[in-house]
Nanobody
Framework: QVQLVESGGGLVQPGGSLRLSCAAS????????MSWHRQTPGKERELVAA???????NYADSVKGRFTISKDNAKNMVYLQMKSLKPEDTAVYYC?????????WGQGTQVTVSS
């Protein structure tokens, strides 16, 4: 019923760009704070970017100026535009949504930044 499905991951060279998408369904999208998190094996999952209502945003220091989170309420979609990618951005990226009570995670999409 409730789904968050990420897409857009892949292999990209350092300095390149990639756009991740998250398709949401089964819940009241506009009432949720949406965010992107990432995780590398052996490390804790970390917040990358979040977007509230109507459009307040928050970014990890490591991605400020390079990543942009956005959403399209009409399409129930969340995006993460990543620019000037670095090898340290390599991780599985997860879409997340919460209304303060319910919490939903996507399955993740792999992003690899390498020459």
């Amino acid at each position: 019923q409730v789904q968050l499905v990420e897409s857009g991951g892949g292999l990209v060279q350092p300095g390149g760009s990639l756009r991740l998408s998250c398709a949401a369904s089964g819940f009241a999208f506009s009432g949720y704070v949406m965010s992107w998190h990432r995780q590398t094996p052996g490390k804790e999952r970390e917040l990358v970017a979040a977007i509230g209502n109507p459009d307040s945003t928050n970014y990890a220091d490591s991605v400020k100026g390079r990543f942009t989170i956005s959403k399209d309420n009409a399409k129930n979609m969340v995006y993460l535009q990543m620019k000037s990618l670095k090898p340290e951005d390599t991780a599985v990226y997860y879409c997340y949504g919460t209304n303060g009570v319910r919490r939903y995670w996507g399955q993740g999409t792999q992003v690899t930044v390498s020459s």
